[in-house]
């Protein structure tokens, strides 16, 4: 299973950005999928979640800014950012949670992180 995200990139305050991440290879199902971020000299942290159901959840800190959204059928995830500020600056990773097959235990994967940067 990889994860491949893009579209990430330089942006001004209070502009937006979409970054996408798309799960391939030979998988049962996705469960959940999100969006997690690392600020230089910070924890990884949550940015949002989203179940196959459509179920969401974010951090207190984007809502009503982001919007978390997927497409089961591509099995992809995107992260709708808007009214950005310098404090989003941060590597952004996906994350899906897996099941292989059906036996087998679902497994957490993540994508390789795309940078977003918010210039003031």
């Known amino acids: 299973v990889q994860l491949q995200a893009s579209g990430g990139g330089l942006v001004q305050v209070g502009g937006s950005l979409t970054p996408s991440c798309a799960a391939s290879?030979?998988?049962?199902?996705?469960?959940?999928m999100g969006w997690y971020r690392q600020a230089p000299g910070k924890q990884r942290e949550l940015v949002a979640t989203?179940?196959?159901?459509?179920?969401?959840n974010y951090a207190d800190s984007v809502k009503g800014r982001f919007t978390i959204s997927r497409d089961n059928a591509k099995n992809t995830v995107a992260l709708q950012m808007s009214s950005l500020i310098p404090e989003d600056t941060a590597v952004y990773y996906c994350?899906?949670?897996?099941?292989?097959?059906?036996?087998?235990?679902?497994?957490?994967?993540w994508g390789q992180g795309t940078l977003v940067t918010v210039s003031s």
């Open positions: 989203i179940t196959s159901t459509g179920i969401t």
């Open positions: 290879g030979s998988f049962f199902s996705v469960n959940v």
């Open positions: 994350n899906a949670n897996v099941l292989v097959t059906p036996v087998t235990p679902a497994y957490n994967y």
